[in-house]
């Protein structure tokens, strides 16, 4: 369904226009001067326009004009009187998408609108496809402004050789930032070499990182190269470094100060050339202050630090995430799936302990659960998620109930309130951008308008 405006000051005509193409299914609104359809698209969104040229007042080629001085151009077709191209050919260059020469058989004019939606929506599609693609840094996938921030800071931490620390939540993205930082970084030919500080006893880590010299120790009948010297030239990501060990962080420590390592049981120099990245879910500070983490060794790796938001605070970055791991997840297995909009909401209202690794794995059982289509295409629905997710305990019916009982109904209500009006007012009352904005379908969005009674009022009253 589509929303077309009609404008002909010939009421027969016009009146006969509203009702073919209302009877195919779209919603039409007809107006009888230029004037009226250009206070018209200022209130309301329209997909295309179909004016009649000649008209008292504004007439259509000014009309057209005023249509694409606007931010966000309405489409449209022109009927002009027949023997007239000239100024249809003039509409065109004004952008006119098409037009029809009177009189012309209703069939032709339903097509001509067929056509010009299809081009429409084609073009929705293109710019979707363009703004998912700003979403994307490398593997990471966001456009919420905390996560533009992210990228920002990669960006520029990459070109240098500093330590970074990584802090964030479990399943945040954090392995997923130190490989993007390196992937960015004049070391980018260079190895990365990740090592799990938390994985390995005491002694075995330290033999990781810094290798150990043959009969160093009992069992080691052999000299290791250390994760250092394999990552020369390269990045060493040190994931957990809140699980360091004391000894080994005083060798971490002597590596930033001199860059140089030496072999468990040697005692040659190595000199290597290694940027460090580390991450850690702990609090560092509060880490130091038990005496388990060295303050001097803190200061060394925090030299830049990068602070990933937990998915509860970037829910704008929810759609463009599941869009992006189901299509990735396809690539992988080869199932194909979506999501309904019951299902987003409730992903987007879950507050992820477990971040974007949990989303990934809802997703990927959810899709195994969820019955294929026809064609092979899976839709996830609300019963294919998680009883958490879904609303814990009760159900709709009860949690409305509790909420109602305990006041707070009214308050959400007053906050979604708040958010969609906002929303309006920053994109001048034009529905399809705040829809976008909000992540909502239009007709949601038209939907809670009237329920939250909200319209443009002039004058800037509130409305
Ligand atoms: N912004 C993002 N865009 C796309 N995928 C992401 C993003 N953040 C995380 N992921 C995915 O989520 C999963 C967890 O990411 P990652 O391993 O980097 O998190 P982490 O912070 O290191 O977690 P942990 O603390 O548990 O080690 C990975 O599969 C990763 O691909
Ligand atoms: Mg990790």
């Not at 009969?215 to 040190?238: I, P, S």
């Not at 507050?351 to 959810?366: C, D, F, I, T």
């Not at 958010?419 to 009352?429: D, F, P, S, T, V």
Request: proline share 5%.
């Amino acid at each position: 369904m589509a929303r077309i405006l009609i404008a002909d000051d010939h009421a027969g005509l016009r009146d006969v226009l509203v009702e073919t193409l209302g009877s195919s299914g779209h919603d039409v609104k007809g107006v009888a001067t230029g004037d009226a359809a250009r206070d018209a698209l200022e209130v309301e969104d329209y997909d295309l326009l179909v004016t009649d040229l000649r008209m008292p007042g504004l007439d259509g080629l000014a009309l057209l004009q005023h249509v694409r001085a606007r931010s966000n151009p309405v489409q449209t077709i022109v009927m002009t009187a027949h023997g007239t191209v000239e100024t249809a050919v003039r509409a065109m260059h004004l952008g006119a998408l098409d037009y029809v020469e009177k009189p012309f058989p209703l069939s032709a004019m339903e097509a001509k609108v067929q056509k010009a939606l299809e081009k429409i929506s084609l073009q929705e599609e293109n710019r979707r496809l363009r703004d998912a693609e700003d979403a994307h840094f490398g593997q990471l996938t966001g456009a919420s402004p905390p996560m533009r921030h992210v990228f920002d800071l990669i960006t520029r931490v990459a070109e240098t050789p500093t330590p970074v620390l990584i802090l964030g939540e479990s399943g945040t993205g954090k392995e997923l930032v130190s490989r993007e930082i390196h992937r960015r970084s004049p070391r980018r030919d260079g190895p990365f070499v990740a090592v799990n500080c938390a994985a390995l006893a005491e002694g075995v880590l330290e033999s990781e990182l810094f290798g150990h010299e043959r009969g160093a120790f009992t069992g080691a009948t052999q000299l290791k190269r250390g994760k250092f010297e394999l990552a020369d030239k390269g990045t060493l990501f040190l994931d957990e470094v809140g699980e360091i060990p004391p000894a080994t962080q005083v060798k971490l420590l002597r590596f930033l100060q001199e860059k140089e390592v030496e072999r468990v049981g040697g005692s040659k120099v190595i000199k290597v050339d290694v940027r460090i990245v580390c991450a850690t879910n702990r609090d560092l500070k509060a880490e130091i202050e038990r005496g388990r983490f060295r303050e001097d060794l803190f200061y060394r790796i925090n030299v830049i630090s990068i602070v990933l938001p937990p998915l509860r605070e970037r829910r704008e970055d929810i759609p463009l995430l599941v869009d992006a791991l189901l299509s990735g997840h396809s690539q992988s297995t080869g199932l194909s799936g979506s999501v309904t909009e019951d299902a987003m909401t409730l992903l987007q209202m879950y507050e992820w302990p477990g971040n974007v690794r949990e989303l990934e794995n809802v997703l990927e059982r959810a899709l195994v659960l969820s019955s294929p289509g026809p064609d092979g295409h899976r839709r996830i629905s609300p019963v294919d998620l998680p009883q958490e997710i879904r609303g814990g305990e009760g159900d709709a019916g009860a949690q409305r109930e509790y909420l109602e009982a305990t006041g707070l109904m009214a308050q959400i209500e007053r906050i979604e309130r708040e958010i969609i009006r906002k929303a309006l007012e920053e994109c001048a009352w034009n529905q399809s951008k705040a829809a976008k904005a909000l992540h909502l379908k239009r007709s949601s969005l038209q939907y809670k308008m009237k329920k939250y009674n909200l319209e443009k009022r002039p004058e800037g009253g509130a409305a």
